[in-house]
C-alpha cells in the first residue's frame, strides 16, 4: 500500500511541476535571464496557460517531439517558449532559438524578395515571365510574374513523393528548372489555383537572373539580414547547422520515426527554409503597418486575389486570407514538410501574431495556432465574447 501512495506522488509532482515552474516565472523578478530564455508577459497570464495546455495537448495526441511557439501583440513578445525534445534521441529539449523545417512557409520569403524588387523598381509582377528570361520554353499560354507568386500559373500540383523520390542529380535550383522545363502547363493561367513548388523556383531563378546573385545570398541582403532574422536560413543536409532540430516522420500506422533524408535545395523558395517561431513571428509583423514595405505592397498581401472569371481565391500575394469564426481578418500560411511544419497567423486589426513550428510535418493535424490566437483575442478584445 506504501508502494502505491509513493508513485501516485511521484506522478502527482511530474504533472504539476511544470505548471508550478511556470506560475512562478511570471512572479520572479530577480531570476537573471538570457536572450534565448522563454518569455511570458503576466499581463496575459490565463492566455498562455491556456495556449501552453493546448500545444502541450497537440504534441501528445499527434506524436511530435517538440515545437516552438510565439506570441507578438504591437510588436512585442508576449510569450514565446519552446516545448518538447529538439532530439528525442538525447533528450535535447527544443528552446527559442531551435530552428525548424518551415516547409510552404518558406513562400512568404520568396514572396517578400519579389515584392521588394517590384518596389525597388528591378522587375514588374504583371510583366511576362519570359521578358526577363526569353530563353525559357515557351508553354502553350503566357504567365506573368504575378501567377508565379499567386499560384495561378498553370504548373502542375506539388506532391510529398516529388520531394523523397528526387533524383540523385537534382542537387540545385537550377537542376530542379531545367527537370521540369518542358513539361505542359496543366491549366490555362489565371483560370485556377495549385499549389506548386516550380512556380516558386522559377521565381527563384528569376531573381536570380535579374540580380547576377545566388539565391540564397539575395535572399539573405534583402530580407533575411535586414529584418534581423538570426536563425532563419536556408536547410543544408551537408552542412553542420548550430540548434537545427531534427526531422521526424510518422510510419503508415502513426508511429514516430526518422524523417528521410531530402535534399530541399532544389525547391528551396517553396518549402527549403529554416527558422523559428521569433524569426518567422518577426517577419510576420512586417504586415502589420508600412515600414519594411510601402503601403501599395502591404496591399498584395492583404487583398484577396480574383482569378479572371471573377471567381476570388482565399490567398494573396503568398499568403492565405481568411475571416475567423468571429468575422475578424486573418492573414496566415501553413506549411508542411518531410521533418518539419509551421504556422502563422496575422490578426491585423488586433495586431496580433502567432506563429509556431514543429519537428514533425502535419499530414495527421493542423498545429492549432488559431485555438492559440482565441485565448489571447478573448483578452485583448473582450466585447467579442459578447
Avoid at 72 to 91: C, Q, R, T
Avoid at 116 to 139: H, N, R, T, V, W
Amino acid at each position: 500500500m506504501m508502494e502505491k501512495k509513493s508513485t501516485l506522488a511521484i506522478s502527482m509532482i511530474k504533472t504539476f511541476v511544470p505548471i508550478l515552474v511556470l506560475i512562478l516565472s511570471f512572479t520572479s523578478c530577480k531570476k537573471e535571464k538570457t536572450a534565448n530564455s522563454p518569455i511570458y508577459k503576466k499581463d496575459y497570464k490565463q492566455a498562455i496557460l491556456d495556449s501552453r495546455q493546448e500545444l502541450g495537448a497537440h504534441l501528445m495526441s499527434s506524436f511530435t517531439p517538440g515545437a516552438s511557439v510565439s506570441v507578438s501583440i504591437d510588436g512585442e513578445f508576449v510569450w514565446s517558449e519552446g516545448l518538447g525534445l529538439a532530439n528525442k534521441e538525447l533528450k535535447a529539449p527544443v528552446q527559442r532559438n531551435t530552428k525548424f523545417r518551415i516547409g510552404n512557409s518558406s513562400q512568404l520569403f520568396t514572396a517578400y524578395l519579389i515584392a521588394k524588387m517590384q518596389e525597388e523598381g528591378q522587375l514588374d509582377i504583371d510583366s511576362s515571365f519570359y521578358a526577363y528570361i526569353p530563353e525559357f520554353p515557351k508553354k502553350q499560354e503566357d504567365f506573368t510574374i504575378q501567377m508565379l507568386v499567386r499560384q495561378t500559373a498553370g504548373f502542375a500540383e506539388s506532391s510529398k513523393r516529388e520531394l523523397i523520390q528526387q533524383d540523385d542529380k537534382i542537387r540545385t535550383l537550377k537542376d530542379y528548372v531545367k527537370l521540369h522545363q518542358n513539361d505542359s502547363l496543366v491549366y490555362k493561367p489565371d483560370s485556377y489555383s495549385l499549389q506548386s513548388n516550380y512556380s516558386l523556383a522559377l521565381l527563384g531563378i528569376l531573381a536570380e537572373d535579374i540580380s547576377q546573385k545566388r539565391f540564397s545570398e539575395l535572399m539573405h541582403e534583402t530580407i533575411i539580414d535586414t529584418l534581423q532574422l538570426e536563425n532563419t536560413q536556408l536547410d543544408n543536409t551537408m552542412a553542420i547547422i548550430e540548434n537545427r532540430s531534427n526531422t521526424y516522420d510518422r510510419d503508415y500506422i502513426a508511429r514516430l520515426i526518422n524523417a528521410p533524408e531530402v535534399n530541399l535545395s532544389p525547391m528551396a523558395p517553396a518549402i527549403g527554409f529554416l527558422s523559428t517561431a521569433d524569426d518567422l513571428n518577426l517577419a510576420a509583423q512586417q504586415l502589420l503597418s508600412p515600414g519594411f514595405f510601402s503601403e501599395e505592397t502591404l496591399k498584395l498581401f492583404y487583398e484577396p486575389y480574383q482569378l479572371s472569371s471573377g471567381q476570388q481565391l482565399n490567398t494573396s500575394f503568398g499568403w492565405l486570407v481568411i475571416t475567423d469564426r468571429e468575422g475578424r481578418k486573418v492573414i496566415g500560411q501553413a506549411g508542411s514538410t518531410t521533418g518539419g511544419a509551421s504556422a502563422i497567423a496575422v490578426y491585423p486589426e488586433h495586431k496580433l501574431v502567432i506563429t509556431l513550428c514543429a519537428n514533425v510535418g502535419t499530414d495527421f493535424e493542423e498545429l492549432p495556432v488559431m485555438q492559440i490566437a482565441q485565448h489571447f483575442l478573448d483578452i485583448i478584445d473582450p466585447k467579442e465574447q459578447e
